[in-house]
């Protein structure tokens, strides 16, 4: 799975210096940058990369306001770029929970280590978090049972995905919705880009379409991650035996487990439509 990357930083030298070095060695998309903090916000809110590299002193913003803003609208993985060796600032920046800082000059090696070791922290953070989410949401789902809007094919899809430890997150009602829209083709073929049209309000909005697109692969890929850390943990617990190999390209998986063990820098693909096709045959043909 590519992580897209943008970065914030004054100093466009550092910019292109930042972004040569993901190109050439980090498998991720670079999908923008700023100068100052205000078009940061406007443009990270609009395109929410998953890592964010941000320099503390802007010219317009404290990178810490920055982060706050950041904040409000998502998680990332933000890492702060800095020249200043401030112990004061290292406190604030840890009480916004940035705990990684890529020092000026910038470096090759401590960049690309620092970039991968706190993707490693934030996949571990949210599979721990989902893990317990999990079982907060089955009172919620219990209630839904009573209420006459939901139909029985969402009821169906909401156990499953809470099963799977995604029924939080906020693409599960968008990957919901595609589910339901794909079962309702009846085998036909269809395009990915068809299904996320009939998510939106304006399908000709590019910015409508990335949005949607890019929650439910999050969710996807969340789910991917927790059945890799399930089958790290037992390789025998039944959701990862039952449904790991059938949501999931196995060797993709395994790709993954090996990423989350630290035994390589490769993580594993999720195939989009394999995972929703795979979920409306298990809504309609449970394992026992």
């Known amino acids: 799975m590519k992580n897209t990357i943008f970065v914030v930083d004054d100093d466009t030298s550092i910019v292109n210096i930042l972004n040569n070095i993901i190109d050439e060695n980090f498998p991720g998309e670079f999908i923008g940058m700023a100068t100052t903090g205000s078009a ?6 609009l395109l929410r990369p998953d890592i964010i590299l941000l320099d503390y002193l802007l010219p317009d913003k404290d990178g810490l306001d920055v982060i706050k803003e950041i904040q409000i609208l998502y998680s990332p993985i933000i890492i702060m770029i800095s020249e200043v060796s401030d112990k004061n600032m290292i406190a604030k920046a840890y009480n916004h929970d940035i705990e990684f800082f890529i020092n000026k000059p910038i470096n090759v090696v401590e960049v690309m280590t620092i970039i991968n070791k706190a993707k490693r922290n934030f996949v571990m953070k949210n599979i ?9 949401n089955i009172d919620y789902l219990s209630s839904l049972e009573y209420s006459h809007a939901t139909s029985d094919l969402q009821l169906k899809l909401k156990r499953f995905y809470n099963k799977l430890g995604i029924i939080g997150e906020s693409g599960c009602d968008d ?11 009846k085998g036909k073929k269809y395009k990915l880009s068809d299904m996320y049209r009939s998510l939106v309000n304006d399908p000709k909005d ?9 929650r439910i692969r999050r969710t996807i890929s969340k789910a991917f991650n927790i059945m890799a850390s399930l089958g790290i943990e037992d390789y025998m617990n039944p959701v990862f035996e039952n449904y790991g190999s059938r949501l999931f390209d196995f060797n993709e998986l395994r790709k993954q487990m090996n990423y989350l063990k630290g035994r390589s820098l490769n993580q594993g693909k999720i195939n989009i439509r394999k995972f929703i096709e795979s979920s409306i045959i298990l809504i309609h043909d449970p394992i026992k």
């Open 40 to 45: 940061a916000i406007k443009k990270i809110s």
């Open 128 to 136: 721990i978090a989902n893990l317990k989410n999990t079982f907060t």
């Open 175 to 185: 990957l919901i919705n595609a589910t339901i829209w794909v079962d309702n083709l």
């Open 206 to 214: 590019k910015s409508q379409l990335y949005a949607v697109e890019q």
